[in-house]
Every structure is written in structure tokens, then in C-alpha cells.
């Protein structure tokens, strides 16, 4: 398989698992939306907010860095080995605190604006990955705040991670707020 097939695989991975979630929420009523877990915890339109963000975030900052794509390293096992250990610890039980550089997640967007959102960040990603220069694929494009940098199949791959990382979040949440009634 290509370099750019491969990226296209991973993003048709990430965006499946979008369109399995949004099967799920659409069946939910409005109001538990925006019903925090608890006491400052966040609410499903929170987290959806935040992973809106994270994927906007992600997007500009790689279209920034294609403007001096000629400089930026090939990338290297370390980065490899970085994405690794960053898929365990998503996939662990270990909570993390979100990067300084991502804004507070509203509490007042709802659902059907951050669905449009997601379609359309979706749309601007797959355009990015379509139209990357081949020969520049191996690039290291997108740096992560702890992990450091990655190639752009690195970085859907994370996407993926960081959005399956917050199903987890997002389903502790509707059992809560299900169960409060």
C-alpha cells in the first residue's frame, strides 16, 4: 500500500468511528447533552466541543507548517516509538489534563452545531490528506504537546486514539446522567 492509502485508511477508520458515535447520540434527548458527569466535570457536548477543537487545532497547525514543509525532519523510529507509547497510555484508564493550547470547551454549543463542525473539519481533513505532497508524507508535521512530532499518517492515527480515548469519557458520562434520570 502507498503512503497517501495508508493516511486515507486511517483517516476512513477515524471518521467511522465518528459516524458509529453520532448513531448512538442521535437516538439521546437533548437535554442530557448538556448535563455534566458531575461537579466540574464536563458534559457530552463538552468533550464533543473539545474533540472538535483538538481536530481544528490539529488542522491549522499542520497547514502552517506545510508553508515550510521543505525544512521539517523525515520521520524516525523515536517518532514511531512516541505514537506507540501515546496509543497505550490513550487506551489506558490514565486521565490526562488538556493541553494548555486548546480553549476551555464551550457548555453552550449543542449537538447539531458540533456535528456540523465535525463534518466539516472531516472534510477539510481528508482535503489536507488528498492534496499532501507525496514526497513529503514522511515529514514530522504536526508536533503533540507531550509527545512530540509526528507524520501526518502518525497524526490521524492519534486522532483516532484521542477520540476513542474520549468515547470511553463520553459513555461514563451518559451512564451517569441516564441514571439520574
Do not use: C
Amino acid at each position: 500500500m502507498d503512503a497517501r492509502n495508508e493516511v486515507l485508511e486511517a483517516f476512513d477508520s477515524l471518521e467511522f468511528r465518528r459516524t458509529q458515535l453520532e448513531v448512538r447520540l442521535n437516538k439521546m434527548d437533548d437535554h442530557l447533552f448538556f448535563i455534566p458527569q458531575g461537579d466540574g466535570k464536563w458534559s457530552i457536548n463538552q468533550v464533543l466541543a473539545h474533540l472538535s477543537n483538538s481536530e481544528f487545532g490539529t488542522l491549522r497547525y499542520i497547514q502552517k507548517k506545510m508553508l515550510g514543509i521543505d525544512s521539517l525532519k523525515e520521520t524516525s523510529f523515536g517518532a514511531q516509538l512516541r505514537a506507540k507509547l501515546l496509543k497505550l497510555l490513550l487506551d489506558s484508564q490514565i486521565r490526562f489534563r488538556m493541553p494548555k493550547q486548546l480553549p476551555e470547551p464551550s457548555k453552550e454549543i449543542g449537538y447539531d452545531e458540533l456535528k456540523n463542525q465535525f463534518a466539516k473539519n472531516r472534510m477539510a481533513i481528508k482535503e489536507l490528506i488528498e492534496t499532501f505532497p507525496e514526497e513529503h508524507l514522511e515529514k514530522l508535521i504536526f508536533r503533540h504537546p507531550f509527545a512530540g512530532r509526528f507524520s501526518l499518517y502518525q497524526t490521524i492515527v492519534f486522532l483516532e486514539d484521542h477520540y476513542n480515548h474520549h468515547i470511553k469519557q463520553i459513555d461514563r458520562i451518559i451512564e451517569v446522567v441516564e441514571n439520574r434520570g
